[in-house]
């Protein structure tokens, strides 16, 4: 019997060696998936880790409670059962230098761990050491071992905390927690600080939370997973790590049935010989077991190899090829070996039984099997998509009760999105069937007979080719969804710069300085290579008397003019001097319309209430706030004068901000303080560090586009190659060798053409689906270049394989038959 399987086995090399490779490619693209869950999981864990510190929460009292906490309640923290470690911080805000129209937040720090990572430094600070963010020290001037003075003392700079990427440095100054604390309202001898940070035991945080909460239930407990970021990150994360689980194995899986479909096929011929010259059932299992057992061997042990090689090496090649910032590749053996024994079994599984169902068969049985490929639609298809499609409606519904920004409104949303798209998967092949007969006609007409014969010959081959139209499919969902995911991220990073600069140049006057006046703009706009510059002053406090009661608020004062001029603003009619803006969902709050006048006034300290001062007139309603405020006036308005309004940014448009920088040089000479910022900058900046945090995600997904595709084509070769004797009894009743390419050319495009088609739509509703969640960006030219790339690739190596077949000599087609 062995000697039967090995020679069965050497006779058919082209099929055994197919099933390999196809099962090498399946085993690499499981592996790489989860080499990347693995690695962004860990990523994500680092970022957090790194923005946050090791701390798991952060208790203490809100600032309007006036209540500080005391060494007893850390101490008692810290005896709390799974609590490791507790550090308190206490909060002020100073004057720096004898800078009286600022203060600077100044944070009291411990010198243990858990705060250096928090706060991302260093050195121990002593009594008369501090730290300076980069923009403080730049604001003063400050270098390591320089002398600051802050409150009404003297401090050494010990180190100067650098800026991340993409972000402004914050003005934040680092003092030892025994100096702050005593600058603090209400601080008492046993402060211990406003609040304190607490690392626990792994998944501890919450139970600690809430023994906490007994202790003092008016301390604020908040628990580092719950941080909207934190957890609005970790969702994506998930959802993304769902869909590319389940389409990653819906491609491994379909490659391996139709690897095994093939092989079946093949092996069914030999159990119909075998059983016809009399082998019994127990034989003929063992002939195809052994054989099977060594293709599937061969294939894990293959591809366990070729995934290490992919993981190790070609991976981090490729992203340095990409000129991608270095990822994180790691994948711990135990997974590997974990993933290939798996694999080995349930493959074994499989095929065992299919062997034991095939093996039990009559020849004839196997015969009418073999050619039994019709496509048929049952009763218990109708009932399962029936069911289904009401899941995924009350999942839909469900999720739109909880709130679809919730994680259980999304994970709602998921999977009632996974089951639509599985519906959609189980129809393709009925739809595919209809279009193909509705088409025939107009093909014929159009295209020939050869394209004509070449969509009818697909149409019994529809179930049996399916499973390479679901890899094309899996791989357009994959590629749609994740490439719209960064796409996505990429768009909101841009919107928020966008917001943050309005034009192509900020300058922010960080200290304040009163001596910066709107006469400056005049100065600017002189220089040839600006266009033109506004500025745009402070928040400063107003009160409003609306009907009986005195509405606190903040307003902010822009060049209404100009910027009506630029088309930022509709016109404007009215008094600017004694005019008043007001946004759209104020005025509806409030019963405000254009031309109503409003009482104003300012809080009298003497007589602790607010007292009017004046009217405005509403002479204009905008959609959205200016600067954070409702409330916006100019800078001819009276309330600039009373109110001492400051220049907070001046905003400068250039066509070339490189020059533009250079001429403003000026400005720095007159008020060293002023911090220039650019738009190009910020925006290169947050590109590259969106692409250093998903340089392993381009890596993966170009092995995963690369894998899927050499899996698809290696499938379709050995499909056609199969089918030689067909072709060759095609052309012995007239089909010309031209006929032939056309015709293969024709059923390989129309299965490729229609797998990125219907795998595009799919991909399209699932990420719009998703959008549920959040709203997504969608990027076309890559779904463009790697569809044609696909495509040409087809049509490149079909062309060739048709070549070769057509122009064989048809006598040895024959005799190879």
């Not at 700079?157 to 603090?184: A, F, R, Y």
């Not at 290579?529 to 009661?549: D, E, F, H, P, R």
């Not at 220049?647 to 250079?662: G, H, Q, S, Y």
Request: charged share 15%.
């Amino acid at each position: 019997m062995r000697t039967i399987a090995m020679k069965l086995f050497r006779a058919a090399w082209a099929n055994v060696l197919m099933s390999i490779s196809i099962i090498t490619i399946s085993i690499c693209l499981v592996m790489t998936m989860t080499v990347y869950i693995w690695n962004a999981n860990s990523q994500m864990k680092a970022d957090i880790q790194a923005l946050y510190g090791e701390m798991d929460l952060m208790v203490g009292y809100n600032p309007d409670q006036a209540k500080l906490l005391t060494t007893q309640q850390v101490e008692d923290f810290s005896t709390l059962a799974g609590v490791t470690q507790v550090s308190s911080i206490s909060l002020a805000h100073t004057t720096v230098e004898q800078e009286k129209n600022i203060v600077f937040y100044t944070v009291g720090v411990e010198n243990d761990d858990l705060v250096k990572s928090r706060y991302h430094f260093e050195v121990n600070l002593g009594p008369k050491d501090a730290i300076l963010s980069e923009n403080v020290a730049r604001i003063f001037n400050k270098r390591v071992g320089d002398s600051i003075h802050i409150q009404s003392e003297n401090f050494i700079v010990q180190e100067i905390l650098p800026t991340i990427k993409g972000t402004d440095s914050p003005n934040i100054i680092l003092l030892s927690n025994d100096i702050v604390k005593k600058w603090m309202n209400n601080s008492q001898p046993q402060t211990a600080g406003i609040f304190t940070l607490i690392k626990t035991d792994e998944g501890r945080a919450k139970v600690v939370g809430a023994e906490i909460k007994q202790l003092d239930k008016t301390l604020r407990v908040d628990i580092m997973n719950d941080y909207d970021l934190i957890k609005t990150n970790l969702q994506s994360l998930m959802v993304f790590m769902i869909v590319l689980s389940v389409f990653i194995l819906l491609i491994s899986s379909v490659l391996l049935l139709s690897t095994f479909q093939l092989l079946f096929y093949k092996m069914k011929e030999q159990l119909m010989i075998l059983r016809a010259l009399g082998a019994s059932v127990q034989q003929v299992g063992r002939i195809v077991k052994l054989q099977l057992s060594l293709i599937i061997s061969f294939g894990v042990m293959l591809g366990t190899t070729m995934s290490l090689l992919v993981i190790k090496i070609w991976l981090p090649q490729l992203i340095s090829l990409l000129h991608l910032p270095d990822a994180r590749t790691e994948l711990p053996i135990v997974f590997v070996l974990v993933i290939a024994l798996s694999s080995l079994l349930i493959l074994q599984a499989l095929t065992q039984w299919q062997v034991a169902k095939s093996s039990r068969l009559l020849p004839l049985q196997i015969a009418s099997d073999n050619e039994n490929l019709q496509l048929r639609w049952t009763k218990w298809k109708t009932i399962m998509v029936s069911i289904i499609s009401v899941i995924a409606f009350l999942l839909f519904w469900q999720a739109q009760l909880v709130g679809t920004g919730s994680g259980q409104g999304a994970l709602f949303i998921l999977i009632g999105s996974l089951l639509v798209c599985g519906i959609l998967l189980l129809l393709i092949p009925y739809l595919f069937k209809a279009i193909l007969y509705i088409a025939l006609k107009p093909i014929r007409k159009v295209l020939g007979k050869e394209a004509y014969l070449a969509c009818q010959q697909l149409m019994p081959q529809v179930r049996k080719n399916m499973p390479i139209v679901l890899s094309i499919i899996g791989l357009m969902v994959i590629l749609t969804f994740g490439s719209s995911l960064m796409k996505t991220l990429q768009h909101n990073e841009l919107a928020y710069t966008e917001s943050q600069y309005d034009t192509a140049i900020k300058i922010k006057n960080e200290l304040d300085d009163p001596t910066l006046t709107p006469t400056i703009l005049q100065e600017i706009e002189a220089l040839p290579s600006v266009q033109y510059a506004y500025a745009q002053g402070n928040n400063t406090y107003i009160a409003l008397q609306l009907g009986q009661k005195w509405l606190p608020e903040n307003y902010t004062t822009i060049n209404i003019e100009k910027l009506v001029q630029m088309g930022k603003l509709s016109k404007i009619e009215g008094n600017l001097q004694d005019g008043l803006i007001v946004t759209q969902s104020f005025a509806h709050h409030h019963h405000l319309s254009v031309g109503d006048r409003v009482t104003i006034g300012s809080y009298d300290f003497d007589a602790q209430q607010d007292r009017p001062t004046g009217e405005l007139q509403i002479i204009g309603i905008i959609d959205a706030p200016i600067h954070h405020a409702d409330l916006i006036v100019d800078w001819s308005s009276f309330l600039t004068a009373r109110d001492y309004t400051i220049i907070e940014d001046i905003m400068v448009e250039t066509a070339n901000p490189d020059k533009a920088l250079a001429d403003l040089a000026f400005l720095k000479e007159r008020w060293p303080a002023l911090k220039f910022t650019d738009k190009a900058t910020m925006i290169e900046q947050s590109n590259e560090m969106l692409f250093q945090r998903w340089s392993l995600f381009v890596g993966v997904f170009v092995i995963l586009i690369a894998a899927t595709c050499l899996g698809v084509l290696q499938t379709l070769l050995h499909t056609i190659y199969t089918k030689r004797s067909d072709y060759a009894i095609q052309r012995l009743i007239g089909l010309s060798p031209n006929g032939l390419m056309k015709l293969i050319l024709t059923q390989v495009l129309s299965f490729v053409l229609y797998g990125l088609t219907v795998g595009t739509f799919i991909g399209l509703v699932l990420t719009t689906m998703l959008g549920f969640i959040e709203k997504v960006s969608y990027d076309f030219l890559t779904l463009g270049i790697t569809s044609i790339a696909f495509l040409a690739a087809t049509l490149i190596v079909f062309a060739l394989q048709g070549y070769w077949i057509s122009r064989k000599k048809l006598a040895h087609e024959m005799i190879d038959m």
